[in-house]
């Protein structure tokens, strides 16, 4: 069996099979649906004909209502003929075979019941002739009779009337009249007969007599007729026709049902085929054509290693054109280069029926040695080889570059400098053979401002940049030095040496560096300027194996980076400590403000003339139930760059709020004055959350201070400029800290929405003469712009006395007043 159906999957589609059977199934519901529209038919007509045996039935029936009346005897003859030529349809062949010879006997008993009431019908025809024939004689006589024998008789004449009427309505009328009246008038007319005594009255006589018997006669013949009961054969044959016929239209229609949906799956088959082979169509010939696309060379096969087919990349490749290429063993590519045991453990491999992989090393057709990667499958149908089909891909360029790969593996592609990857190599190289006297330093370096530029002025710029820097390093290094590029804006710097006094010589180094770097760069007609901040670690001191080195002198970049940009820093153990140190902090802060431990303090800033209080400032503190007190300079910066400062900064300005408001109800103080860090201003949600807080506490922003550090507010100029002003259009005060210590601090005056300038406390611990004339300057300045002053850090009655004389309007201090809670505030100001 299994192999006739290989034999009929082999040499046959299956559509074509599929299609024949659909064929056939419908060809069947066809003939069935034929089938059964003739059953109906020949159904109906028989059925029509018992109809018409009924209505012939009935009228029969009816003839022997009509005595002694005129019947059309020919019409009766013409019926009579029919109900025969109608039972004869019933008794063909024919009807046997579509209804079933069960019928059969009924047929004949209906014929035979037909032919006794036939009989009956003869007889009475004859009988009702006579009686309408004695009936007009009897009329006609007893005209004679009245007019020539009795008519002088008046009661003789009614007796006669009156009988010959009783009789004539049993004649004609069909009235049963009762037996006695019918022999009271027989006898009258017998008296009148043999009263009057001649022939007519005799005939009448006898005439009437007669008929009357004949008419008995007819009654019997009707009652013999009605006894013939030949409905319930048509009724009992009618029935069993319906049964049959419904018991064969319900056969045939399941058939029917079960053909057409024989005939419905096929074609449901056939339209899946139909659709699967338009996509298996669409995929071959996108097969096709990605096949001859292909940058690889296929190659086909027939089983024999014969070329039955190759696409251009193989022509390009080779330089065999496919006519000479088919037909040819693929042996006219060997170089020769590979032994023969390359090819036997191919073969093997193949003959199997396994996939092959490898490389070969091959010759065109100008004998130019090329190299390929190729996978050879074999093409299996019916559980034979076929054939076999080859996927070759030309790694000649990749084989005579693979020196090239080699070195991108460990060189930045862009500075073309070594990269992470060689610095660990090396670095683990030289730890490796390093002596007792053999010394290293690894010095980590990250650009800053690098990013601003970059982002600004795009990738290519940013690009360019970097392999500039990458040719200072090397310009600022001797040739036992080693400099890599570790990623984005990051480079090592790996420095042998053996001198003792190796601090001053790394120190020199970094130096250099930085010199080197911060040097004017003209890229595309932009003047870039960018910093270094370089993290130290030495090889044995501070670490012996390539995770420390790397990871302290990071620690140690970190550090400068933290200490102002632009410089370098030794390790120490203490920088990991601090590590230590600001990650617990860290890591504590969310906790901290979920758990309540951060709150403000508030100090006044009053009149130095007046010495009334001005204003309060909110000042942050944190008592952490894990580190204990942390000071502002040592959490702040961390919030700021992990971004928590939004968070943190939100929290200080509504529980300022909340605390201002109730101050204002217990104390007369017209302002507070909360700080903000640059991180909060270039939030985009930073203005509508403090709306809301606004809203939410009932204040005026006229009754608030915001106070920005000038050193941030100078670097993020452009960003929070539009910010500035928006706050000052909503009423807040801006009040610039820390002032005095930006190095262009004075030009930035007229752009800055400004209200109040505070004097940086650097100023007032050292009341120098020289400090004193920029007091002097910053007051003269303020005044000309309509800005207040505020001297903070006043710690001393000497340092009041002399900022009083110098102009400035406010302090804030020590002196007056350290920070207090608010309880405390309330009662100091009461």
Not at 660 to 670: G, I, V
Not at 682 to 701: C, H, V
């Amino acid at each position: 069996m299994n192999k006739i159906q290989k034999f009929l999957f082999k040499y046959l589609d299956p559509v074509l099979i599929f299609l024949f059977l659909f064929i056939i199934v419908s060809t069947l519901f066809i003939y069935n649906l034929t089938l059964l529209n003739s059953k109906i038919k020949n159904f109906n007509y028989y059925l029509n004909t018992l109809s018409n045996i009924k209505i012939l039935h009935n009228e029969f029936e009816s003839l022997f209502d009509n005595k002694a009346t005129f019947i059309n005897y020919d019409k009766i003859v013409k019926k009579t003929q029919e109900m025969n030529n109608l039972i004869d349809e019933f008794k063909n062949e024919k009807f046997y075979k579509k209804f079933g010879s069960k019928l059969s006997t009924s047929i004949e008993l209906l014929e035979e019941k037909w032919n006794e009431k036939y009989e009956n019908i003869e007889r009475f025809k004859s009988n009702n002739s006579a009686i309408i024939g004695s009936l007009s004689y009897i009329i006609e006589l007893s005209k004679k009779i009245k007019t020539t024998y009795i008519v002088d008789n008046s009661a003789d004449i009614l007796t006669f009337d009156n009988s010959l009427i009783t009789l004539i309505k049993l004649f004609v009328n069909n009235i049963e009249l009762e037996k006695e009246a019918i022999e009271e008038s027989l006898k009258n007319l017998s008296f009148l007969a043999k009263k009057y005594n001649n022939q007519d009255f005799n005939f009448l006589n006898k005439t009437v007599n007669s008929t009357v018997d004949n008419l008995t006669r007819l009654n019997n013949i009707k009652q013999e007729y009605i006894s013939i009961d030949m409905k319930k054969i048509i009724d009992f044959i009618e029935s069993t026709l319906i049964k049959e016929y419904n018991s064969n239209i319900k056969s045939q229609q399941k058939t029917a049902w079960v053909l057409f949906f024989i005939s419905l799956s096929l074609l449901i088959t056939l339209i899946i085929i139909y659709i699967k082979s338009i996509k298996t169509k669409k995929e071959l010939i996108a097969f096709k054509y990605a096949v001859e696309n292909s940058d690889n060379s296929i190659v086909m096969t027939d089983k024999n290693r014969r070329i039955i087919y190759v696409n251009e990349s193989f022509e390009k490749v080779t330089g065999y054109k496919r006519e000479e290429a088919l037909g040819k063993d693929p042996s006219i590519l060997k170089s020769g280069r590979l032994s023969s045991e390359f090819y036997n453990n191919m073969n093997e491999i193949l003959n199997r029926g396994e996939k092959w992989t490898g490389e070969f090393i091959n010759v065109n057709k100008y004998h130019e040695i090329y190299y390929e990667t190729a996978s050879i499958t074999p093409i299996i149908s019916d559980d034979e080889i076929t054939g076999y089909l080859a996927i070759k891909l030309n790694i000649t360029d990749y084989v005579r570059q693979q020196e090239k790969v080699e070195f991108l593996a460990y060189h930045d592609n862009l500075t073309l400098l070594p990269n992470r990857r060689s610095l660990e190599k090396k670095l683990n190289e030289l730890i490796s053979k390093a002596t007792k006297n053999d010394k290293l330093a690894v010095l980590f370096l990250d650009l800053d401002g690098f990013k601003i530029i970059n982002d600004s002025l795009g990738h290519d710029i940013g690009d360019l940049l970097l392999k500039e820097i990458a040719k200072r390093f090397q310009e600022s290094l001797h040739s036992d030095n080693y400099v890599f590029r570790v990623g984005g804006d990051e480079f090592a710097i790996i420095i042998e040496y053996t001198n003792d006094n190796s601090n001053e010589i790394i120190k020199d180094i970094a130096k250099n560096i930085i010199k080197n770097i911060n040097k004017n760069i003209v890229i595309k007609n932009n003047s870039l300027q960018v910093g270094c901040s370089i993290g130290i670690a030495k090889f044995p001191e501070d670490g012996e194996n390539l995770t420390n080195l790397l990871k302290h002198s990071d620690t140690a970049m970190y550090k400068a980076k933290q200490n102002g940009k632009n410089r370098f820093e030794f390790y120490t153990e203490d920088l990991s400590n601090s590590v230590h140190t600001r990650l617990n902090i860290e890591q504590s802060m969310s906790k901290g403000l979920k758990n309540g431990e951060f709150y403000l303090v508030y100090q006044p800033k009053y009149n130095l003339q007046t010495r009334k209080i001005f204003s309060v400032e909110a000042l942050l503190r944190w008592k952490s139930s894990i580190l204990g007190n942390i000071e502002p300079m040592n959490f702040i910066s961390i919030a700021e760059e992990t971004g928590f400062i939004n968070q943190l900064g939100l929290f200080v300005f509504k529980k300022a709020c909340e605390d201002f408001k109730y101050l204002q109800k217990e104390t007369n103080l017209e302002m507070i004055s909360i700080n903000v860090s640059t991180v909060q201003l270039m939030d985009s949600e930073f203005i509508k959350n403090l709306k809301d807080i606004l809203f939410e506490t009932k204040l005026n922003a006229s009754n608030i201070g915001i106070e920005v550090t000038e050193t941030f507010i100078i670097k993020n100029m452009e960003e929070i400029l539009e910010t500035l002003n928006e706050l000052r259009k909503i009423g807040f005060k801006i009040i610039i800290d820390d002032f005095g210590t930006g190095y262009s601090s004075m030009q930035y005056l007229q752009k800055l929405p400004i209200d109040v300038i505070k004097i940086d406390k650097s100023f007032i611990d050292d009341l120098s003469s020289n400090n004193q004339e920029i007091i002097k300057a910053i007051v003269a300045i303020s005044k000309s712009f309509g800005y207040l002053t505020v001297a903070e850090g006043i710690e001393l009655k000497e340092q009041e006395e002399n900022l009083l004389k110098l102009g400035v309007d406010l302090g804030q201090g020590y002196f007056f007043s350290k920070p207090k809670t608010l309880q405390k505030l309330i009662n100091y100001l009461a």
